[in-house]
């Protein structure tokens, strides 16, 4: 699959379960993004990496943990999450700059049960 | 506070009318307003930008700065313009995007 890609496309998992999130572009970006989409709320963004730097974290908790190898792969990586957690987590890449137009993958579907 | 309003959870309008989706933004620095659109069972992907000027798929956008707003516009509705539409603001000082809530489109045949 060309474009942004995420895996698992759906996770359930319990609060007391480490997990991670998968993000692999093949465009040739060197600007990820992690974003989580919850109901009834507009798309937050969680972090920025630029040249495998983290240059944005809006105040996300720390059972979030954010990995980038490269500039093609991005990790989330999640540990003892709540509930409140569940949401849709969406993973977008462009060129460094933000007049650059972000791809956005198909989205890691996540309950916490 | 919220960055990006979008008023209209759900907007439905007949096919050939003209669509108007209301965006209004909180920024008081240089704004890069996007438009981006989300297809039944496809990714979110960008429309529009405000720097572009540009018309896609009979689209246009118009940055108004006195008035803070972004308002999404066709004069001729399509039934394949029915998606989930957001409005999305760009901070001049960074990496930092804020979206609106979405609007529903819905074009009734």
């Known amino acids: 699959e060309t474009g942004v890609t995420q895996t698992p496309r759906h996770l359930v998992m319990g609060m007391t379960n480490k997990k991670s999130l998968k993000c692999e572009q093949h465009?040739?970006?060197?600007?990820m993004y992690w974003y989580k989409q919850s109901a009834k709320k507009p798309l937050e963004l969680m972090f920025v990496?630029?040249?495998?730097?983290?240059?944005e974290n809006n105040s996300v908790p720390s059972r979030f943990s954010p990995e980038c190898p490269n500039s093609s792969h991005l990790f989330l990586h999640l540990h003892t999450l709540q509930p409140e957690d569940s949401a849709l987590y969406l993973c977008?890449?462009?060129?460094?700059?933000?007049?650059?137009?972000?791809?956005f993958g198909p989205g890691t579907r996540l309950t916490v049960l | 506070a919220q960055r990006v309003t979008q008023p209209e959870k759900l907007l439905s309008v007949f096919k050939g009318a003209p669509v108007e989706l209301k965006c209004n933004y909180s920024?008081?620095?240089?704004?890069?307003l996007f438009w981006y659109v989300q297809y039944s069972r496809q990714r979110l992907q960008l429309l529009l930008r405000h720097i572009s000027r540009e018309s896609i798929k009979g689209f246009t956008a118009d940055l108004n700065k006195g008035e803070t707003s972004f308002h999404l516009k066709k004069p001729f509705a399509q039934e394949e313009d029915s998606a989930m539409y957001y409005c999305?603001?760009?901070?001049?000082?960074?990496?930092?995007?804020?979206f609106g809530t979405g609007t529903s489109l819905t074009v009734i045949p």
């Open positions: 977008a890449s462009s060129l460094a700059g933000g007049r650059n137009e972000q791809f």
């Open positions: 990496y630029n040249f495998k730097e983290q240059t």
């Open positions: 465009l040739g970006h060197n600007a």
């Open positions: 999305a603001l760009r901070l001049s000082d960074g990496n930092q995007f804020y």
């Open positions: 920024y008081s620095g240089s704004p890069e």
